[in-house]
């Protein structure tokens, strides 16, 4: 693995399914972000952590949530989607939050469609 | 609230140079990022400025001025794998990155 992965590329989900993307990094970065992007819109902090057990709410939470049970992994969860969550997931990394000069590095995008 | 602007889509010719701006009201600033987004991919770091003034990095350029919430990115030599979105992103007092919407920049032969 190198920098940030994303699971699955894509997929089209049945309204009302539960359905969790998966992202993984092996940059050994503390903090981790969810985001969505739209058409016309900029991306969207859906869900954030600043290190591992602990996450915050960004912009757009609801309907969602994570996790972060270590370094690595930061799953987003949608416990019951709809079709308003029919989106691009991108999922990024920085090395520390708080410090505003850090960049933050982005997975490849999870494509979803919840019909 | 937080607002980001920039122009939804602009057209270049190969060769020339074109400059993207951006907007900002923010609550705090903290520094003011560009990143390129090519269709179908995920956004990649440009540039970063937190000083009032330009920051050259090869054909790229970016400029901050604080006072006036404005930036804008300057690309020159301008070459056809250049066509992308460019996205401004602004660092809030809670260390935040707001997004702008991106500029689709079109590169014409």
């Known amino acids: 693995i190198a920098g940030i992965t994303q699971a699955p590329t894509s997929q089209i989900l049945a309204a009302g399914r539960r359905m969790t993307l998966r992202c993984t990094q092996d940059?050994?970065?503390?903090?981790m972000y969810w985001y969505r992007q739209d058409l016309g819109l900029g991306l969207r902090l859906i869900h954030y952590?600043?290190?591992?057990?602990?996450?915050g709410k960004g912009e757009v939470p609801d309907g969602y949530s994570v996790s972060r049970a270590n370094t690595d992994d930061f799953p987003l969860t949608l416990a019951s989607a709809v079709p308003s969550q029919t989106s691009v997931y991108f999922c990024?990394?920085?090395?520390?939050?708080?410090?505003?000069?850090?960049?933050?590095?982005f997975g490849p995008g999870t494509r979803l469609t919840v019909l | 609230g937080q607002n980001i602007d920039q122009p939804t889509e602009m057209t270049a010719t190969e060769g020339a140079i074109v400059q993207i701006n951006c907007t900002y009201q923010?609550?705090?600033?903290?520094?003011l990022f560009w990143y390129q987004q090519h269709a179908g991919e995920a956004p990649t770091f440009l540039s970063y400025?937190?000083l009032d003034g330009l920051e050259e990095k090869g054909r790229f350029s970016s400029f901050l001025s604080r006072s006036k919430g404005y930036s804008y990115l300057l690309l020159k030599e301008l070459q056809m794998k250049d066509s992308a979105s460019y996205l401004c992103?602004?660092?809030?007092?809670?260390?935040?990155?707001?997004w702008g919407a991106g500029t689709k920049l079109i590169i014409k032969p």
């Open positions: 992103a602004v660092t809030d007092s809670n260390y935040q990155l707001i």
């Open positions: 400025n937190v």
């Open positions: 940059m050994r970065h503390n903090a």
């Open positions: 952590s600043n290190t591992a057990g602990t996450t």
């Open positions: 990024a990394s920085s090395d520390s939050a708080g410090l505003a000069a850090n960049e933050q590095f």
């Open positions: 923010t609550s705090g600033f903290n520094g």
